[in-house]
């Protein structure tokens, strides 16, 4: 499955691929993506009809659930991110329930962290119940939509990462550092590949015609399926 090819997935607004330019605010992205795209789907599936996303404000985020004495004293507690410096996606969700979110439009987004500039009069939708998920539900629930899921990405492997999957045996760092959205997953197991049978030419390259690999086991071309999440 792919959120990302359906028609509620498409507008530009919801799911071109957003810059957080050099502020350490991706978790408000993967908040922010996540609400709009649901309440697309929602909205959508409610209407018979589509209904193009609303595009929130990561500012927002960045500057109103800062841990400062400002905001405790604006909104009488802290919701415990820490602005451009980082934070995760429940205390984002935390905050626009009780308080609602404003549009891009009124609160643009400027990769900085700044002063809190919530208006009450334009935070127009509040978040409702989340939960989180395991790796037996995670498929279950990504056919609703997309999720908003922590990755560890401060490391050469997933800086490099250009395609196939990512196991254990790429020593993967484990500690959680970046916020992204899910959109879809590869239906084909781990480990399956596409096979067909070599040309005597191709078998006696290392790579064969169709840039698949050649198997000397086997006699046969194969190529590892493509992944689908971003």
Same mark, same amino acid.
């Given at each position: 499955?792919?959120?990302?090819?359906?028609? !509620?997935?498409?507008?530009?607004?919801?799911?071109?691929?957003?810059?957080?330019?050099?502020?350490?605010?991706?978790?408000?992205?993967?908040a922010?993506?996540?609400?709009?795209?649901?309440?697309?789907?929602?909205?959508?599936?409610?209407?018979?009809?589509?209904?193009?996303?609303?595009?929130?404000?990561?500012?927002?985020?960045?500057?109103?659930?800062?841990n400062?004495?400002?905001?405790?004293?604006?909104?009488?507690?802290?919701?415990?991110?820490?602005?451009?410096? $980082? $934070?995760?996606?429940t205390?984002?969700?935390?905050?626009?329930?009780?308080? $609602?979110?404003?549009?891009n439009?009124?609160?643009?987004?400027?990769?900085?962290?700044?002063?809190?500039?919530?208006?009450?009069?334009?935070?127009? &939708?509040?978040?409702?119940?989340?939960?989180?998920?395991?790796?037996?539900?995670?498929?279950?629930?990504?056919?609703? $939509?997309?999720?908003?899921?922590?990755?560890a990405?401060?490391?050469?492997?997933?800086?490099?990462?250009?395609?196939?999957? &990512?196991?254990?045996?790429?020593?993967?760092?484990?500690?959680?550092?970046?916020?992204?959205?899910?959109?879809?997953?590869?239906?084909?197991?781990?480990?399956?590949?596409? !096979?067909?049978?070599?040309?005597?030419?191709?078998?006696?390259?290392?790579k064969?015609?169709?840039?698949?690999?050649?198997?000397?086991?086997?006699?046969?071309?194969?190529?590892?399926?493509?992944?689908?999440?971003?």
């Amino acid at each position: 499955g792919d959120w990302s090819s359906d028609v !509620c997935s498409s507008d530009l607004n919801a799911y071109a691929v957003k810059n957080q330019g050099s502020c350490g605010s991706c978790w408000a992205f993967a908040a922010m993506g996540v609400v709009e795209a649901m309440k697309s789907i929602k909205d959508s599936t409610a209407t018979g009809v589509y209904v193009a996303p609303v595009r929130l404000s990561e500012q927002e985020q960045v500057d109103c659930t800062s841990n400062t004495t400002a905001n405790v004293a604006m909104f009488g507690k802290s919701y415990g991110n820490s602005g451009c410096s $980082g $934070g995760w996606m429940t205390n984002a969700w935390n905050f626009s329930r009780d308080w $609602g979110m404003m549009t891009n439009a009124d609160y643009a987004y400027t990769a900085v962290n700044g002063t809190c500039k919530y208006d009450r009069t334009k935070a127009l &939708l509040k978040t409702g119940l989340y939960g989180t998920v395991t790796s037996a539900t995670a498929l279950t629930r990504l056919a609703k $939509g997309p999720m908003s899921i922590a990755v560890a990405a401060g490391n050469s492997v997933w800086r490099y990462y250009r395609s196939g999957f &990512l196991t254990s045996a790429d020593l993967c760092p484990t500690a959680l550092d970046h916020g992204v959205m899910l959109v879809g997953y590869d239906t084909a197991p781990i480990g399956t590949v596409t !096979c067909r049978d070599a040309t005597s030419a191709e078998k006696t390259a290392a790579k064969c015609a169709d840039g698949t690999t050649y198997n000397s086991t086997t006699g046969r071309c194969c190529k590892a399926p493509s992944r689908s999440e971003e």
